[in-house]
T-cell receptor, first 112, second 115 residues
Framework: SQQGEEDPQALSIQEGENATMNCSYK?????LQWYRQNSGRGLVHLIL?????REKHSGRLRVTLDTSKKSSSLLITASRAADTASYFC????????????FGQGTTLQVKP | DVKVTQSSRYLVKRTGEKVFLECVQD?????MFWYRQDPGLGLRLIYF???????EKGDIPEGYSVSREKKERFSLILESASTNQTSMYLC??????????????FGSGTRLTVV
């Protein structure tokens, strides 16, 4: 079952521009996480935002969470060619199972 | 840093073969997970394990089984491989005792082709 749905599916920008990706989900969550995947590789955890948080920063990353709209956004500022990758949101529901449900991802291309 | 190691990056197997995908993590994580990733479908959870000898079905367990005899190792078994199991398989681990501030750590993936 898909919980997170990312938008857009693909994004192409120039180096130095900001990239914004959105994620919507369906059920109540404990936290929402963003992951990055370089082509053909495993996923790397970027940032986690809890359901009682509204915004979080990590370096050039800014994540917002709106639980009333069941949505989140990931902003990458001053993008670099090395940011080219697929980005996934994943939601964890209440409880301690640790089970994450992933969206289908946004493919970001940053042109030098 | 936690490492999650998947035994093979690429694997080609024949239809009907029994296939073992191995995953080992080195940081004493309690929870381990197997996902498959397909274009247009994202990551789908096959099985997960809370701890040694414990396992739970995910969203798409049909045609798969798992084994967790030791804490560090979580094996995914394709009982009789079929062409529709051609996919990228991703293993991940997590420690709930570290709290919810930490996400999963993923392995590099095994791209399995069944011919």
């Amino acid at each position: 079952s898909q919980q997170g749905e990312e938008d857009p599916q693909a994004l192409s920008i120039q180096e130095g521009e900001n990239a914004t990706m959105n994620c919507s989900y369906k059920t109540s969550i404990n936290n929402l996480q963003w992951y990055r995947q370089n082509s053909g590789r495993g996923l790397v955890h970027l940032i986690l935002i809890r359901s009682n948080e509204r915004e979080k920063h990590s370096g050039r990353l800014r994540v917002t969470l709106d639980t009333s709209k069941k949505s989140s956004s990931l902003l990458i500022t001053a993008s670099r060619a090395a940011d080219t990758a697929s980005y996934f949101c994943a939601t964890a529901t209440s409880g301690n199972t640790g089970k994450l449900i992933f969206g289908q991802g946004t493919t970001l291309q940053v042109k030098p | 840093d936690v490492k999650v190691t998947q035994s093979s990056r690429y694997l080609v197997k024949r239809t009907g073969e029994k296939v073992f995908l191995e995953c080992v993590q080195d940081m004493d994580h309690e929870n381990m997970f197997w996902y498959r990733q397909d274009p247009g479908l994202g990551l789908r959870l096959i099985y997960f394990s809370y701890d040694v000898k414990m396992k739970e079905k995910g969203d798409i367990p049909e045609g798969y089984s798992v084994s967790r005899e030791k804490k560090e190792r979580f094996s995914l078994i394709l009982e009789s491989a079929s062409t529709n199991q051609t996919s990228m398989y991703l293993c991940a681990s997590r420690s709930p005792s570290r709290g919810y501030s930490y996400g999963y750590t993923f392995g590099s993936g095994t791209r399995l082709t069944v011919v």
